[in-house]
């Protein structure tokens, strides 16, 4: 059944009473099930795996993956599954719409522990309190939320406007339960498959499985005489250089100590597949340049160099080493440098927001939906008591003075609307650079106090971003006939889901205990877990409060010349409307980032954009490598990280 819509004239012509009638008239289905127990319970488990999921792979990569397309297809199957079996009746399509509200409500919990409030811990070498973590994160979501619903009106029931991303899950919804169903079931068996596949390799690369399979199971230590379990290499040259000896070097330094490994990560494959091949190719350039080129230079020239740790201790030159001491910075540069001249070279996305807002027809007949619609006075009162609720836990449990709690509110407003635009319009949540001007705004207000430009950042980021996914999951249920107010209240589930999986979790994969059970922020970054944004944000926190005379001269101009690249390749993209192959925010990311992980997405990307070349439409090939990339990525993500999550749970239990 086709997804009604009014056309473009009538979006012009009508007034939003017209407009919400024609909608309570046509498309609302009052009487179906939405925000069930079912819906709510399986939304919430859901969205807490697929959270964690989305938390692991944010830790190594620094990018936080959509679930809400998965949660779509697994709720699907899963209700589809059970009642062939006589377990259970089908989702309706507005219950499965509401799982996917609350599904990616969780993930989108998982951005502020691995950017602001990660970063506050490194540059203070403070462990956050778990509760105060929950409280800030759940405080901040809510406030998004209270922000979003006076924009919701406007932005989607008057201007109707696209929301890409959500019209997306809209269409995949309307599709599975109106005659797709066996697509559904196809795509659900590929997101299997490529997920057990996954963790069965997984399995083989991971120390703690292995000790449970080989020596706990199945007693090999007794019966074969191992002392340690065999363990398959995930850095295959490994097996070369324990066959050979040799020592690759560039300009005499070791190409492992620059982070230059062969790795068979299949959790990067999927990355790279849902990322596509020019962002891909950005990321391995920006990691070429960088550890290919320029860290053998400076370390050379000994503007990188063996330091002295706080014990004593030399810490060598290693890939973490010469992010920090030297990479971190130019990358930075280009990360916010392009992602500012991106947002400000679309000018008409900020005067939008406010023209939308503030602009539009006067009614002049009755709110119709005044009972189905999110009363708009629990965000009149909402609003002032969460604000002064998020300034008071940024002050008690995070030192931000008072004063600048509160100034930075009015900017987070103005800039929450400026993203939720974006998002109407793209897709495109500038959460990156719209919290970079806070940052930048309250550093300048405050130097010396970290927490003063990180945490209020981090709130422009979380409000922002939960105002935006609000409302793009609103749209899907808006055009198949849901109820608003409750899929708010999905929304505020998900938000609970993703806090309360994903903060433990945290602990575990980020700050695990020492043998005295002490956590220290030293283990934050590693090599398992790059965190390229947390370091992104420590190194403009750190910039801000050092300045520039700091940093060593070579670093300056490569900051210099980074800016300046920046801005040319952002426009080149606007210039050519988006058709230029390289992107500034993806070069900077390949600085941060492990060499090895780059060159797993970029494979990733390349395999599925060479067999969506070669696979014709309508044929079994291209109903698996372009139809169905998306479930296979997701596979291969979710399988490697749920068994990657649980090695490091089963590490901790031996």
Request: charged share 15%.
């Amino acid at each position: 059944m086709a997804i009604q819509h009014l056309d473009d004239e009538q979006i012009r012509t009508w007034t939003r009473e017209q407009k919400d009638r024609w909608w309570l008239e046509n498309v609302f289905r009052g009487e179906m099930a939405q925000l069930t127990m079912r819906s709510a319970v399986t939304g919430f488990f859901l969205g807490g795996v697929l959270a964690a999921t989305a938390l692991y792979i944010a830790g190594k990569t620094g990018i936080t993956i959509g679930v809400g397309l998965t949660s779509v297809i697994l709720a699907f199957a899963m209700y589809r599954i059970m009642n062939s079996m006589g377990f259970a009746q089908d989702f309706t399509i507005l219950e499965n719409n509401c799982t996917q509200s609350i599904a990616t409500a969780a993930g989108y919990m998982v951005s502020p522990m691995i950017a602001s409030l990660a970063a506050y811990m490194l540059v203070t070498g403070k462990v956050i309190d778990p509760l105060h973590m929950i409280a800030w994160m759940v405080v901040c979501s809510i406030l998004g939320v209270l922000i979003a619903f006076p924009m919701k009106r406007r932005f989607i029931n008057e201007e109707q406007l696209p929301f890409p991303e959500g019209r997306a899950a809209g269409v995949v919804l309307d599709a599975l339960y109106t005659g797709a169903a066996a697509a559904g079931m196809y795509k659900a068996k590929l997101l299997a498959a490529a997920a057990v596949g996954a963790a069965a390799y997984q399995a083989l690369i991971s120390d703690g499985w292995m000790n449970v399979i080989q020596f706990k199971i199945l007693r090999m230590h007794q019966w074969a005489g191992m002392k340690e379990p065999w363990v398959f290499h995930e850095r295959i040259d490994t097996y070369f250089y324990e066959a050979t000896g040799y020592v690759l070097r560039i300009l005499g330094t070791d190409i492992k100590q620059l982070g230059l490994r062969l790795t068979l990560d299949v959790a990067m494959w999927g990355i790279g597949g849902l990322m596509g091949i020019a962002v891909a190719t950005s990321v391995l350039l920006g990691a070429f340049i960088n550890f290919v080129v320029l860290a053998p230079i400076m370390i050379q020239i000994g503007d990188i160099a063996p330091r002295i740790g706080p014990t004593g201790n030399t810490v060598p030159i290693s890939r973490a080493e010469i992010v920090n001491q030297w990479s971190l910075w130019w990358g930075v540069t280009m990360m916010i440098v392009g992602s500012l001249v991106s947002l400000f070279g679309r000018p008409q996305m900020i005067t939008s927001a406010f023209r939308n807002l503030l602009g539009g027809k006067k009614d002049k007949g009755d709110d119709v939906l005044k009972d189905i619609e999110f009363p708009i006075w629990i965000s009149v009162v909402g609003i002032p008591i969460f604000s002064v609720l998020g300034a008071a836990v940024s002050h008690y449990f995070f030192g931000v003075p008072w004063l600048l709690a509160f100034i930075s509110l009015p900017l987070i407003f103005v800039l929450t609307i400026i993203c939720a635009n974006s998002m109407a319009l793209t897709s495109w949540t500038p959460t990156g650079s719209l919290s970079k001007i806070t940052q930048f705004t309250m550093g300048a207000i405050d130097r010396t106090n970290p927490a003063s430009n990180l945490i209020p950042a981090g709130m422009t980021a979380e409000i922002a971003a939960n105002a935006s996914n609000l409302l793009s999951d609103i749209k899907p249920g808006y055009m198949l006939g849901g109820k608003p107010r409750q899929q708010a209240w999905g929304h505020v589930i998900g938000i609970f889901s993703g806090a309360l999986c994903c903060t433990p979790l945290f602990f575990l994969l980020f700050l695990p205990p020492d043998a005295n059970g002490v956590r220290s922020t030293s283990t934050i970054v590693s090599e398992a877990f790059a965190m390229p944004a947390a370091i992104q944000w420590k190194g403009v926190a750190e910039l801000i409060m050092k300045g520039l005379s700091a940093l060593p001269y070579s670093a300056v101009v490569s900051m210099i010349v980074a800016a300046i690249a920046a801005a040319a390749i952002e426009v080149a993209r606007i210039v050519t409307k988006g058709r230029f192959p390289l992107t500034a925010v993806s070069i900077g990311l390949g600085t941060v980032l492990p060499p090895e992980s780059t060159l797993g997405m970029f494979i990733g990307a390349l395999i599925f954009w060479i067999m969506g070349r070669r696979k014709k439409e309508g044929t079994p090939g291209h109903a698996f490598w372009v139809e169905g990339m998306e479930p296979i990525c997701a596979g291969l993500i979710s399988g490697a990280a749920l068994v990657g999550i649980g090695n490091a749970i089963v590490n901790v239990l031996l």
